[in-house]
């Protein structure tokens, strides 16, 4: 086989569908914007309607998994293009090591599966990334036959295993592999959730099934719950003390996620009527609690994406406060941002029933 890097092929070759789970057109549910900092472009181009979403389960033949959620056809040494629906950025430039047009070197397999699996690998390892991409391809991967290894390039966190468990995947099945992997069928779950596009329904029946680990864990839990980004350097708010100590004067509990076991962290979500806290991986945890969970997402204006409003399953449920950016950013999408205290103010009031606000503008 060739080595990297190699050729995009111009289809699946010899991919198979082994399962369809396409849903039909579904209402999508516009957020509520609160504050002054008008909201970014990209949320005007929202679909007030998903449109049929197609999903399925394929197998492919003789590949060669390297990692980084390529899957590399072994006898013509180019990449699927089902790869690219893999990852939820969804851009051939992603993939520049296996996209490229140089000629190809000698490459030899160093590790082999010794029948069939089900691929569960992608490019980003953040949790995020783990929790609304791999979960719910997890969920679908669930149609292959159940004796067969979970192989995956990432490394096999805790979080990742419960996701697995939560939909059916016990924790021996997993394998991970360091080294390009070959196998001679390769069962692949297309994603039911991908950046700024409509979402699937079964995403959501993964959620549900996540959201049941935390079932009998932890006491006391929150119902006003703050999900700070304090421990993150990417995308910092630099005036998030202030912003958390308004929070707490509200009556929220101020949690870092990343600081609690993973059952806690869905207890805590889970438990919540009211969830506030800057855009990310840790206000993803909104995803599993209930739709009735009020959700209040403070956002850059440069970093957001149509991926949360896609998320809210029901109207009147998402909040959004946009601030502005840092005096000093650069051009990069996680750059340092602020938020006015007066307009946080506006979406508590507003959007979480604290106090009196105006009207949420359109």
Do not use: C
């Amino acid at each position: 086989m060739p080595a990297p890097p190699w050729p995009l092929a111009a289809d699946d070759l010899g991919a198979r569908d082994v399962l369809r789970r396409d849903a039909p057109s579904a209402e999508v549910f516009p957020p509520l914007l609160y504050g002054r900092q008008p909201a970014p472009e990209v949320l005007a181009s929202l679909q007030p309607m998903t449109g049929p979403l197609p999903l399925a389960l394929r197998l492919v033949d003789d590949v060669v998994l390297p990692g980084q959620g390529l899957v590399v056809d072994r006898q013509r040494g180019a990449v699927l293009p089902l790869s690219l629906k893999g990852d939820i950025m969804q851009r051939p430039e992603i993939f520049r090591t296996g996209l490229a047009t140089s000629p190809p070197q000698a490459f030899r397999v160093v590790d082999r599966a010794d029948g069939p699996v089900i691929v569960a690998d992608q490019r980003h390892d953040e949790f995020g990334h783990r929790l609304l991409e791999l979960a719910p391809r997890l969920l679908l991967s669930t149609a292959a036959p159940d004796e067969l290894p979970v192989v995956t390039g990432l490394a096999l966190r805790p979080d990742l295993l419960a996701m697995g468990r939560a939909v059916g995947i016990a924790p021996e099945r997993w394998r991970r592999f360091r080294r390009p992997l070959f196998a001679p069928s390769a069962y692949w779950a297309e994603p039911p959730l991908r950046l700024w596009r409509p979402v699937h329904p079964l995403a959501f029946e993964a959620f549900a099934r996540i959201a049941r680990l935390g079932a009998g864990v932890g006491t006391d839990l929150p119902e006003r719950l703050y999900l700070s980004r304090r421990g993150i350097a990417r995308r910092r708010l630099r005036n998030e003390a202030e912003i958390e100590a308004i929070f707490a004067a509200h009556g929220f509990t101020v949690v870092q996620p990343e600081a609690h076991p993973f059952e806690l962290q869905v207890a805590m979500a889970a438990n919540a009527r009211l969830i506030a806290g800057p855009a990310g991986s840790a206000m993803h945890l909104a995803v599993l609690a209930p739709s009735t969970t009020r959700v209040l997402i403070l956002s850059s204006p440069r970093s957001f994406d149509l991926t949360e409003p896609y998320l809210n399953p029901a109207a009147g449920r998402l909040g959004l406060v946009f601030g502005t950016l840092a005096p000093d950013a650069d051009g990069k999408p996680w750059a340092p941002w602020q938020i006015d205290a007066a307009d946080v103010h506006a979406g508590i009031a507003g959007h979480l029933g604290l106090g009196h606000a105006s009207p949420p503008s359109a």
